[in-house]
């Protein structure tokens, strides 16, 4: 089966789209209509500086959504993937009660059940039936707000997305959430061929029992739609005979199912007012909402967030998945787009989709600044075309009367607004390190009105978590000059790096015009040494990825970790190095074996040597499914003993 000829830019809106929903509809999430109206009114726009809130969070939906999907290239993008290996790839990626999850407990938070279920033996889809967590507790609202990835890598294909979202869903749903997911993936999938709403829904249907009370309740929405013109009549119907106080639990599917549907019927194409139905009916406002800016950026294309308000340019493609893999975490929507696509490429025997030589910032998107932004009032950003050896899209740079030094920037860690981020914990490692080679391609406007200098930079946290900005040699760029650079990122001393930009300068008199960046990336290994920096400051702590039960700093040692029972990880690093070494002094104490991971994919996916308290040393791979390993073989004969 081929893929639709504009499969990568409807997966970037459909990424957008869900993006757009999560953030405009978090601040006020599990809000009754009543409250939303008396508080906030109608939702027209983002409303998170009204209620003291940051606009770009960490949240379950984004997360689950992105690293749930890592099952398939992790089991070789086979569509014949199993709830099973889904399954074991949520105990890789998650880190108990720190994050993805709601660690609401067994028996109130579904998905911190199934992976209690998961966690001790029992695989999916076992892990999620009602038969073992019951109906009430199978049948809340996760299997849907995840499913939309497995849609994706499924494009113009309702049948393959269907069973892969029964699949992921199973892992912590089942009955009528498990339906729901299936509805939503095939819209989608489907959505990338059909513009016709009826059809997606009719198409749909069909995936899931004639007796599923989701039929008959989407059976009773289209008919009021078809009745009453204005949306708040049908969602008082909706209220009256599927609100919470008919369907238990803490945030059940059918109620906001139903409010999905409202939303699509009432909008129609109109992404505006879809959001502002499904956001202002209230209950799980950023889950309903991330599923359908979702469907209609796949359905409708970029072209669904033209309108009055600017729904991209503040969310600037920027998102966090915080896992196990921490050098994932910072990312953005161009970013995972290309994961997505090219997981569906594999299913059709397609080679990856890799812009500009694999470049990390390529632009390739139409409207994409990948994070970039710019604290300067003198510069402003814009995708546009040309000004590419490789692609066919830069990102202008455009400056009125510039003097003094301004410039752009992108997150390469946690920045300073996310610090202190409410809700779920932002866990994340570097995405950029000392000893990389930082490379860059930017050329300047033929009508620039004076010479520019550009120069790379970054910044690195310091003591109380200030930024300090290190520089690389300047360039300086007559009108019409092009220049391809490369700096390697000098020794930071253990801080992690927090952004990598361009600044630029007028050699003379106030220049306008325009530079044009054509890519941004890095490669190498890293050279550094990850201890406490001299500078002190916090930063460099957070950027370990914390996977156990316990990470002190107060002791004489940089590190001392203590893992009650089980294995626990201490990660930083990105899976992207290659050709490296790690060296460490490890003190084991009271321990069964301690060692030196490398190669970290997750909790459970690696390579370590380890001591072990039978006086040997072992050099492990582990890779997933711990019953399917091998036994471990020496290979370092004794060693001193271990207290």
């Not at 201890?531 to 990470?551: E, I, L, Q, Y």
């Not at 040997?616 to 060693?639: E, F, Q």
């Amino acid at each position: 089966m081929s893929l639709p000829q504009n499969y990568v830019e409807r997966t970037y809106a459909g990424v957008l789209g869900k993006l757009i929903g999560v953030y405009l509809g978090r601040p006020f999430e599990q809000w009754s209509h009543a409250r939303i109206m008396a508080e906030l009114g109608e939702i027209e726009y983002y409303v998170h500086d009204r209620l003291n809130m940051p606009l770009i969070v960490t949240d379950d939906d984004i997360a689950g959504t992105f690293t749930f999907l890592r099952a398939l290239p992790d089991y070789g993008s086979t569509a014949e993937i199993t709830a099973r290996q889904i399954g074991q790839t949520w105990l890789n990626y998650i880190i108990e009660n720190r994050t993805i999850l709601w660690w609401g407990g067994l028996g109130n938070s579904t998905e911190h059940t199934a992976y209690l279920r998961l966690k001790r033996g029992i695989p999916a889809p076992q892990s999620g039936a009602i038969a073992l967590n019951t109906q009430i507790v199978a049948e809340q609202i996760g299997a849907q707000i995840f499913v939309d990835g497995w849609a994706m890598v499924a494009p113009a294909n309702p049948d393959l997305a269907a069973s892969l979202a029964h699949r992921a869903a199973s892992v912590s749903h089942d009955g009528e959430a498990v339906y729901a997911a299936q509805i939503l993936a095939a819209m989608e999938s489907l959505a990338y061929v059909e513009s016709d709403l009826d059809t997606l829904l009719d198409t749909a249907l069909t995936f899931v029992p004639q007796n599923a009370i989701i039929q008959r309740m989407i059976a009773d929405v289209r008919e009021w739609h078809s009745q009453y013109p204005d949306w708040h009549h049908t969602r008082e119907k909706i209220a009256a005979r599927y609100s919470y106080d008919q369907f238990g639990g803490n945030c059940h599917v059918i109620p906001n199912h139903a409010l999905i549907i409202l939303s699509l019927l009432y909008g129609a194409d109109d992404f505006q007012k879809a959001m502002t139905i499904v956001n202002t009916s209230g209950w799980d406002t950023d889950c309903n909402s991330g599923n359908v800016g979702c469907l209609l950026g796949i359905k409708n294309g970029l072209a669904a967030f033209n309108g009055r308000h600017d729904w991209r340019a503040p969310i600037a493609d920027r998102l966090y998945i915080p896992a196990a893999d921490g050098g994932r975490a910072i990312t953005d929507a161009v970013i995972e787009t290309y994961h997505i696509v090219n997981i569906g490429r594999a299913f059709v025997n397609e080679p990856p989709l890799l812009p500009k030589s694999g470049s990390r910032f390529h632009f390739e998107m139409p409207g994409s600044v990948q994070g970039f932004t710019t604290l300067d009032a003198g510069l402003s950003l814009q995708n546009v075309e040309g000004h590419s050896l490789q692609g066919t899209r830069s990102l202008a740079i455009r400056f009125d009367q510039l003097t003094g030094e301004q410039s752009i920037s992108t997150p390469t860690f946690i920045p300073p607004d996310a610090i202190h981020m409410p809700g779920y914990q932002l866990h994340a490692s570097p995405t950029l390190y000392s000893g990389q080679r930082l490379g860059a391609r930017f050329s300047a406007s033929s009508e620039n009105t004076a010479p520019i200098i550009c120069r790379l930079f970054i910044q690195h946290y310091a003591a109380e978590n200030r930024l300090v900005t290190l520089y690389d040699q300047p360039y300086t760029l007559h009108a019409g000059d092009a220049a391809e650079i490369a700096w390697v990122i000098p020794d930071t001393f253990g801080a992690p790096i927090a952004a990598a930009g361009l600044a630029l300068a007028s050699v003379s008199q106030p220049a306008n015009g325009a530079i044009y960046l054509d890519w941004l990336t890095w490669d190498g290994s890293p050279q550094i040494t990850l201890k406490h920096p001299p500078s002190g400051g916090t930063m460099w702590r957070r950027a370990w990825v914390n996977g156990m039960d316990h990470f002190d700093d107060f002791w004489p040692e940089t590190h001392r970790v203590i893992q009650n029972e089980g294995t626990g990880l201490l990660m930083q690093g990105t899976r992207e190095w290659q050709d490296y070494h790690v060296v460490s002094t490890i003190t084991p104490h009271l321990i069964e074996s301690a060692g030196l991971a490398v190669r970290v994919q997750g909790m459970r996916r690696y390579y370590a040597l380890m001591l072990c308290r039978e006086n040997t040393a072992r050099l492990i791979k582990r890779w997933m499914v711990k019953l399917s390993l091998p036994k471990p073989r020496l290979c370092g004969g004794h060693t001193s003993p271990i207290p």
